[in-house]
């Protein structure tokens, strides 16, 4: 197993943060993965990929939000996002829809503050 790449959020941190700020979080990786995705830079995308997920799997495991409904959104919202941006054939979601599902909880997390 790989180390963590942001061993402090790991370190449980990221469990202090709202669904808003952790979301927001996320959404600001998928931006960065979505645009070298878009310029076909292949190992900021991979680089980038890897900490919007680690990201995505920290909000998942966080026991917040381990009631059925949340988990399962949050679940589903990792299946969409590696559609997304691994061949696009079971969901169709576009990087636009998942930008703007990540824009809200940005600024719902700077209202939070």
Known sequence: MKPPIHKE???????????????????SES??????????????????FERMLELLDLTVEDPKWRTTCRLRELLRLR???????????????????????FLYFGIAAR???
Do not use: M, P
């Not at 202090?16 to 927001?24: D, N, R």
């Not at 931006?31 to 900021?44: C, K, L, N, P, Q």
């Open 79 to 101: 299946e969409e996002v590696c559609d997304v941006f691994h061949g696009n054939e079971i969901f169709g979601t576009s990087i636009e829809t998942l930008k703007k599902y």
């Open 9 to 27: 959020l790991a370190g449980g941190r990221w469990f202090e943060f709202s669904i808003f700020a952790q979301l927001g979080n996320v959404g």
């Open 31 to 48: 931006e960065r993965t979505a645009r070298a995705f878009e310029r076909g830079d292949r190992d900021r995308f991979e680089n980038a």
């Open 111 to 113: 209202a939070d503050r």
